[in-house]
């Protein structure tokens, strides 16, 4: 009988059956999935390594392997929550489509996640105040890239000219403590119900009464697309 | 800091702004007008005390529940001061119900971005931005441009 290729035979006893690396990542995903529960339900502030590592069940020498300590920990997590946060958005955005049909999309995308995922969202919006300055710094850039994006609202101006240059960042700084709002007082179910208010803040000092009525009609009427 | 200290800290730095705010807002100006002597008084006073500005904004958010609902407070002081730009819209426009809540903590967080960055240098010349930016909603961006720049006649 053939024996089975090296890499499925049994190890030897006391030895790791997966090489180094791969038992890392796996511990370090596993924290990263139990941190959000802990940093979302304790607040950033209350909670400690030793709650992360017991909920992610990995002994305390391995947490620090892998993290300095809690507020790097959280920095993962904010992270990695926005890396997703970013890919879901973008993959909302629909190929070839204007600016005002992709802020709708992104915008709606963004409450959706947001209901989808509470705990995620009270990390991202509101435990992240509460994390130190690095924490802050990524959440302001996270800021900055939705001012970015809209920004492009700006080419669909009849007023262009007469709009502030800090429109952008003032309305992105609004809509997060809106939503920062919601979820902190546990309303970020049925947050998706906000998408009208949300353009007409957004969208309409670009593009006016009429176009944002118009915009959030179709929205209402086919959500999601 | 501890929650004691804190509250004290953010009750006095409060105190202080709110009263900036009342003596620059009194009554005998129409509400555009008013908003504009409320802003211009409001960025010198954060100009001038940046530390109170990140007591009132930054250092609220990180104490958790309790200071967020204080930086609500002073969210919801501005929000009341916006409210009355609603007379000035036109009989069939309405905006969101939100809006002034937005407004309110987007003019905050801008600033306290400012602060946080250690660009309290900057403040003085975004008055008639922040201006502009609260009264558009209400008189529409052009109206509100032209107010938000009329010379500082107080």
Not at chain 1, 19 to 41: D, M, N, S, Y
Not at chain 1, 195 to 223: F, Q
Request: with cysteine.
């Amino acid at each position: 009988m053939a024996s089975p290729p090296k890499h499925l035979m049994p190890s030897a006893i006391g030895r790791d059956p997966f090489p180094h690396e791969v038992v890392v990542e796996h511990q370090r995903e596993r924290v990263i999935e139990a941190a959000i529960e802990v940093f979302a339900k304790r607040g950033y502030r209350g909670a400690t390594v030793g709650n992360l590592v017991s909920t992610a069940k990995v002994g305390i020498n391995s947490f620090y392997s892998i993290f300095q300590g809690k507020e790097d920990c959280f920095l993962a997590v904010h992270d990695q929550i926005a890396a997703e946060a970013r890919e879901w958005m973008v993959a909302a955005m629909p190929a070839g489509a204007e600016w005002p049909q992709q802020a709708t999309a992104v915008l709606g995308a963004l409450l959706e996640l947001i209901e989808q995922k509470p705990l995620a969202a009270r990390i991202a919006l509101v435990e992240v105040h509460t994390a130190g300055p690095a924490a802050r710094s990524q959440h302001e850039r996270c800021l900055d890239e939705v001012t970015v994006l809209l920004r492009g609202g700006r080419e669909h101006s009849a007023v262009s000219d007469e709009l502030p240059e800090t429109l952008e960042y003032a309305t992105v700084g609004g809509l997060a403590w809106l939503l920062q709002q919601r979820i902190a007082s546990g309303e970020a179910a049925g947050i998706t119900k906000l998408l009208p208010e949300v353009l007409e803040i957004v969208v309409e000092p670009y593009l006016g009464e009429a176009a944002t009525a118009e915009l959030i009609g179709r929205a209402v009427k086919s959500p999601g697309s | 800091m501890g929650e004691n200290a804190f509250a004290g800290a953010f009750e006095s730095a409060y105190a202080r702004f709110h009263v900036v705010l009342l003596e620059a807002c009194e009554e005998g100006r129409d509400w555009p007008r008013r908003i504009v002597a409320g802003v211009r008084a409001g960025i010198a006073f954060a100009a001038a005390d940046p530390e109170a500005v990140r007591t009132l904004t930054t250092d609220a958010m990180a104490q958790g529940a309790e200071g967020i609902d204080r930086y609500e407070r002073l969210v919801a002081y501005l929000r009341g001061q916006l409210a009355p730009g609603r007379a000035h819209l036109p009989p069939d426009e309405q905006l969101p119900g939100v809006i002034e809540h937005a407004l309110a903590s987007g003019v905050l967080m801008l600033v306290a971005q400012r602060v946080d960055q250690g660009r309290t240098a900057e403040l003085p010349a975004l008055a008639p931005e922040v201006a502009q930016f609260l009264l558009t909603p209400y008189l529409g961006a052009v109206e509100a441009r032209r107010v938000a720049n009329e010379p500082d006649r107080s």
